[in-house]
């Protein structure tokens, strides 16, 4: 699955959601799903959109986290 780490780079930054979701236009509801998870796509031009506020790279933004298989 995909994990998202906004909400860390946020808190790194001192910056809120509200504040995110402002400086880019991402609607206030997208970004707190961003945040906790459960946002079911991302539309590129969103993702471009937080890397130029938040200054980083999308591999900053999200991480590839294995599911656990159990046999």
Request: charged share 30%; proline share 6%; glycine share 4%.
């Amino acid at each position: 699955m995909i994990k998202f780490k906004v909400k860390v780079m946020l808190a790194l930054r001192g910056m809120t959601q509200k504040e995110l979701a402002e400086k880019t236009g991402i609607r206030p509801p997208t970004v707190s799903a961003i945040c906790v998870g459960s946002v079911k796509h991302l539309p590129v031009d969103a993702l471009e959109k937080i890397c130029d506020v938040l200054d980083c790279q999308p591999a900053d933004l999200m991480e590839f986290v294995r599911d656990d298989v159990q046999e």
